[in-house]
């Protein structure tokens, strides 16, 4: 063999090894980006805390702002919800989540999926709290992050019928 077709082959063989996406579990807690993560989700529960509406929206993948209907009925959701808590005397409490161990790295995006715990306090000072399963993606070449929060058992429903989700995302149980 030539050195010419030796180096197409190689030129061929590096081409289609860096255009396959990586879909390996990579980063650790420590990493830069699970960092950044955990700063974007504090960020996301602020909001949530605060009935940030229009923070929460930005939060939001484009494509679940346009399953909602658009930014205005998802943020009419977000009143009417804000409204519903007001008038049971309801108050979003706490917002706590487990760090992941790991996220999926593709081309595009980082994505991950960990446990959060919501807490919402009535006005007798008790407190109720839900479990609920978190999608965290990560634009890469725009940096934004987006969140998705779901109930555990609608785990098995969310990748096929959200498309920016990754079919290898390892959600836990």
């Given at each position: 063999m030539?050195l010419?077709?030796?180096?197409?082959?190689?030129?061929?063989?590096?081409?289609?090894?860096?255009?396959?996406?990586?879909s390996?579990?990579?980063y650790?807690?420590d990493?830069a980006?699970?960092?950044?993560?955990?700063a974007q989700?504090?960020?996301?529960?602020?909001?949530?805390?605060?009935?940030?509406?229009e923070?929460a929206?930005?939060m939001?993948h484009p494509e679940?702002i346009?399953?909602?209907?658009?930014e205005?009925?998802?943020r009419?959701s977000?009143?009417?919800g804000k409204?519903?808590?007001a008038a049971?005397k309801?108050?979003?409490a706490?917002m706590d989540f487990?760090?992941p161990?790991?996220?999926?790295?593709?081309?595009?995006t980082?994505?991950t999926a960990f446990?959060?715990?919501l807490?919402?306090k009535?006005?007798?000072e008790?407190v109720?709290?839900?479990?609920?399963?978190?999608i965290a993606l990560?634009?890469i070449?725009?940096?934004?992050?987006?969140?998705l929060?779901?109930p555990p058992k609608d785990?098995v429903?969310?990748?096929?019928?959200?498309?920016?989700v990754?079919?290898q995302?390892?959600i836990?149980?």
């Amino acid at each position: 063999m030539t050195l010419n077709v030796r180096f197409c082959f190689a030129v061929l063989f590096l081409t289609l090894v860096c255009r396959m996406p990586c879909s390996a579990q990579t980063y650790t807690r420590d990493s830069a980006v699970v960092k950044e993560l955990c700063a974007q989700m504090e960020r996301y529960k602020n909001a949530w805390l605060q009935d940030d509406v229009e923070t929460a929206i930005a939060m939001t993948h484009p494509e679940m702002i346009e399953k909602m209907g658009g930014e205005n009925l998802m943020r009419q959701s977000f009143v009417n919800g804000k409204e519903l808590r007001a008038a049971y005397k309801m108050q979003n409490a706490g917002m706590d989540f487990t760090l992941p161990d790991s996220l999926l790295v593709s081309v595009q995006t980082y994505q991950t999926a960990f446990p959060v715990e919501l807490s919402v306090k009535f006005e007798d000072e008790s407190v109720t709290k839900e479990k609920r399963l978190m999608i965290a993606l990560c634009d890469i070449p725009t940096s934004k992050w987006y969140f998705l929060g779901i109930p555990p058992k609608d785990a098995v429903r969310i990748k096929p019928t959200h498309q920016f989700v990754d079919s290898q995302l390892l959600i836990p149980e």
